[in-house]
């Protein structure tokens, strides 16, 4: 299901009074979406070929300060510009925001026109074009979970995120009864999204009181990308609609269940599942098996793109459904990396380990390094792990803490080969940072613990 809008379209829609405003985006490092809100007909004479942004915007951290030491952008260099070049077949309407449609936009150089390297599109983009070359497309689906709450997000800051009211006051896990009290926003997310030319499947209630989860179909690695990046900005606006807020960090508390952003993954050639051999055990072929032995083998060099934030390794806890162990088992959800669909011509790649506040373009592009590395090198895959994998002996871990996956992607020889130096430098630092801020930061935890115990 492709993106409703060609420029064809959108001129009959604008000269109708249909759409007045055009959102020109690109993707930040956080995966957010960043740009300009355009007057439709001035899209139309001259920003449907590009416009241009501040090159801070691939260089600042979740608070967007103008992070120091970054050799792609800084005050040295006088913050210059970026070329946002529209993408005109994401071109779309948001019919939750009335008369405005949305473009995701490439990131390129302002003097040399190439595509900066590392923009999180323009990495996943090189990735799949190596696929293309191997003679593959790659196929992709996110699924995501998040948590609703009964106040704005207005209130919630204005508070000190304090006293949040779950909209659900219990485990409501595929419950329709349990999730009746959320149908009005979950609706609204489901047709709103469907009306901008994203075909979700479903939404459900997920593992923990006021957690739901929301999927849209299979497609090839960018659209997938872009979906997901635009299904986080419809649910956050859309809850904006009715006075709710939602949260896509991998835990917003130690008591309940993290939000995962599981990918699901195969390769197909001429039009046709490569990843599904019947006569191979599982139905798994010798490259679905190169590709997950690629991953398996590269699991901690991809960590820190699967999982970005301080807070993103206190979801991998034993017993929540997020894992702990980067192995692979079939339809087993206690391992990093679960075969699903075994048996049949749907046989894919579902990692478990990123959590719903990885950017997606960066977690799809290190997925699929990973994979096409496995197939060039013909790794072969070690044997499956099954049964409670949370208690599984000595087997290849997930990075317990960002300190470990920053020092991994730094020293990591398959990602500098496959993204290059300046790439892998410009997000280690990006991690640094992350680690710095947090580590000077005395949290409520220490106050509680220490106040007057020390």
């Not at 989860?213 to 606006?237: C, F, P, R, W």
């Not at 499956?384 to 020889?413: H, M, N």
């Not at 130096?421 to 410009?426: A, G, K, L, R, S």
């Amino acid at each position: 299901m492709p993106a409703n809008l060609t420029l064809e379209s959108l001129k009959a829609a604008v000269a109708a009074g249909e759409i007045d405003t055009v959102a020109a985006c690109i993707v930040d490092m956080q995966g957010r979406l960043m740009g300009k809100r355009f007057v439709a007909q001035h899209f139309l004479d001259s920003a449907w070929e590009e416009t241009h942004c501040c090159n801070y915007l691939l260089a600042t951290d979740m608070e967007m300060i103008t992070v120091p030491g970054y050799k792609a952008s800084s005050w040295k260099a006088g913050y210059g510009d970026y070329i946002m070049r529209p993408d005109l077949s994401t071109l779309r309407r948001l019919p939750w925001v009335p008369g405005t449609a949305l473009v995701m936009c490439d990131v390129l150089d302002h003097h040399t026109h190439d595509l900066v390297p590392h923009a999180p599109r323009t990495m996943l983009q090189r990735q799949i074009e190596r696929a293309k070359a191997m003679g593959f497309d790659a196929m992709m689906a996110t699924e995501l979970e998040f948590f609703l709450f009964e106040e704005s997000y207005a209130h919630l800051f204005d508070t000190g995120y304090r006293q949040m009211t779950a909209v659900a006051r219990h485990n409501v896990d595929y419950s329709i009864f349990g999730t009746s009290r959320d149908e009005p926003v979950m609706r609204d997310i489901r047709n709103g999204l469907w009306g901008a030319g994203i075909p979700i499947e479903c939404s459900k209630g997920e593992a923990d009181a006021g957690q739901e989860e929301v999927n849209a179909k299979y497609s090839d690695a960018m659209d997938t990308a872009d979906m997901h990046s635009i299904i986080k900005l419809g649910v956050k606006q859309i809850a904006a609609k009715h006075g709710v807020s939602a949260t896509f960090m991998a835990k917003y508390d130690h008591r309940r269940a993290g939000s995962s952003s599981h990918v699901h993954q195969s390769l197909w050639s001429n039009g046709a599942p490569a990843f599904f051999d019947p006569d191979k055990p599982h139905g798994m072929s010798d490259l679905m098996c190169h590709f997950l032995a690629g991953q398996l083998a590269h699991a901690s060099d991809i960590a820190f793109f699967l999982a970005p934030n301080v807070n993103s390794y206190k979801r991998f806890v034993v017993g929540m459904f997020a894992p702990t162990k980067a192995v692979w088992s079939c339809d087993n959800r206690t391992a990093g990396f679960r075969v699903c669909g075994e048996g049949t011509k749907a046989v894919r790649v579902e990692c478990r380990i990123g959590g719903a506040d990885l950017n997606p373009y960066l977690a799809c592009a290190a997925l699929l390094a990973a994979g096409l590395d496995g197939i060039e090198k013909k790794m072969e895959l070690e044997p499956e792990t099954a049964g409670d994998i949370y208690q599984a002996g000595e087997v290849r871990e997930v990075p317990k803490t960002l300190v470990a996956a920053a020092e991994t992607l730094r020293t990591s020889a398959f990602l500098r080969t496959s993204f290059g130096d300046d790439v892998i430098d410009h997000y280690h630092h990006a991690a640094q940072w992350e680690l710095a801020e947090y580590f000077r930061v005395v949290t409520d935890w220490e106050v509680a613990r220490g106040f007057d115990r020390a």
